[in-house]
């Protein structure tokens, strides 16, 4: 976690991964949590990720978590795949790198 300049409140960075219908709920939860900042977005569709980036007013975006755990520095993810698609980025999140 990072401080503020401002203000000594921590700052928790988070990725969301998977850029669907229930991520959108989730970016609103989370934005509207203070000291939580939505750092960055994972999603395999790239015209989805871009859209999602933009309606968020998210800076970094990536198509996947391995590419997300190498360019941006993030406490949290909120993995938002498909059911059967939770364990991949849920496991190389906690790893720090592509897990199988
Ligand atoms: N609690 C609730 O009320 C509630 C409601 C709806 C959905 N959900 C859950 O939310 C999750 C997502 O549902 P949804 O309706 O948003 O699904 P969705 O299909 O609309 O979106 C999933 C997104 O994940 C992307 N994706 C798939 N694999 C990926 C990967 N490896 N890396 C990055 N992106 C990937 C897909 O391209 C897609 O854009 C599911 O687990 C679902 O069960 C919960």
Known sequence: MRKTA?????????AIVGAGGMANTHAKAFQAIPGCELAAVVEIAPARR???AKTHGIS???AGVTELLK???V???SVVTPDAYH???SRSSACGQACT
């Open 75 to 77: 406490d949290a993810v």
């Open 87 to 89: 364990m991949r980025p």
């Open 60 to 62: 970094a975006a990536f």
């Open 6 to 14: 401002r203000k000594s409140r921590p700052v928790v960075r988070l």
């Open 71 to 73: 360019s941006a520095p």
């Open 50 to 52: 871009e859209t999602f």
